[in-house]
């Protein structure tokens, strides 16, 4: 809606432009006669009418560029790390850059480079949905201008993407993989094609820090589920049935020390008169109160007697129903399990609280 206004404002901008050129080009007219009457048209007259001419000109042209100045400030953000850009109904903030050679156990970065880790904080302040996509919109560029988009390589908390709830907070990390003797490292944020920020573009400079680093704190404003309680949407069920935590699955899998699995038991209905595809990938996350948002855990998953199974699309009529494990802290609390919908002409997406 921001960037709506910016362009109504360009247009409203423009259209006085031409009537104020149009109008003085009428008043000249006048009073070239007028001159030409009370001095005879001598040169005083022609000379006192070029100055009037100019010093307009002038002016106008001093108008112009403070208005296109006033412009491009309102189009874009220049911001240190830690520090929060706050638009009409999105705020974010890149509070930590860290770099390493490798990503869990089997991500490396090829010779000479290492990956830049960006960790983010972006909030909906605004009453609907948004929807926001991290690896679309951000790149980084170094000091002698080459520009590295974000990598597909992640760490254990990628930064969510996809729609956001009123109040709600997607934290985690951007990834890049850059060279190892790169440096003036800026992050870009691209908002062009959204009409959802006030800013078309934001700019982190990743090598200087705020005083104080800045944060961003989640509040739901929308309905949470309890368990055993069902969101309905557009032909889609779902319903979150319980969820149970053990610390094993099986007799080689075992949290790592001073975590736990948190187990939903989750059930997907199709009403529709078409297959559904289910991805938990990109639909489900246990997400605890700051925002952090943790994926299902494959190893943990796979050790399920009733795991979810995604392998097929959940045919008109059919239900399916099955249980994911996800790995974090042991007490992690408040804890939710969010399930996104993926309706892009009705964007919905729904809370259950865990605990």
Aim: proline fraction near 2%.
């Amino acid at each position: 809606m921001a960037r709506n206004h910016i362009s109504s404002t360009r247009r409203r901008t423009l259209v006085a432009g031409v009537g104020v050129l149009a109008a003085l080009a009428g008043c000249s007219d006048t009073d070239d006669t007028a001159a030409e009457e009370s001095v005879g048209g001598g040169e005083d007259g022609a000379d006192a009418q070029s100055t009037t001419s100019a010093e307009t000109d002038a002016g106008t042209e001093s108008d112009a560029e403070s208005t296109s100045e006033e412009r491009n400030q309102q189009q874009e953000a220049n911001v240190a790390l830690g520090e929060t850009v706050e638009g009409e109904s999105l705020s974010m903030v890149a509070r930590e850059v860290t770099k390493t050679e490798k990503l869990g156990e089997f991500t490396e970065a090829e010779n000479g480079n290492t990956f830049a880790v960006v960790r983010m904080a972006v909030k909906n302040t605004g009453t609907e949905f948004v929807n926001f996509n991290s690896i679309l919109q951000a790149r980084l560029k170094d000091d002698s201008n080459h520009v590295y988009d974000a990598s597909f390589g992640s760490t254990d908390h990628p930064i969510e993407s996809g729609i956001l709830a009123a109040g709600e907070v997607a934290r985690g990390d951007v990834v890049f993989e850059v060279p190892k003797d790169t440096g003036g490292l800026t992050m870009q944020f691209d908002f062009s094609a959204f009409d959802f920020f006030e800013f078309e573009r934001v700019t982190v400079d990743l090598e200087s820090k705020a005083d104080s680093i800045q944060d961003l704190e989640q509040s739901l404003q929308v309905d949470v589920q309890s368990p055993g309680d069902a969101v309905d949407h557009e032909d889609v069920s779902v319903t979150l049935h319980g969820v149970r935590t053990e610390t094993e699955l099986g007799s080689f899998t075992q949290a790592e020390d001073g975590n736990e699995y948190v187990i939903p038991d989750i059930e997907i209905t199709n009403n529709s008169e078409e297959p559904l595809s289910v991805s938990t990938a990109l639909q489900m996350r246990i997400k605890d109160g700051s925002g952090l948002a943790f994926m299902a855990d494959i190893g943990g998953s796979s050790q399920l007697s009733q795991g979810y199974s995604e392998g097929s699309e959940i045919a008109p009529g059919e239900s399916r129903r099955g249980e994911l494990a996800y790995q974090l802290e042991q007490g992690t609390s408040p804890l939710y399990w969010a399930f996104n919908f993926l309706n892009l002409s009705d964007e919905m997406k729904a809370f259950w609280e865990l605990r």
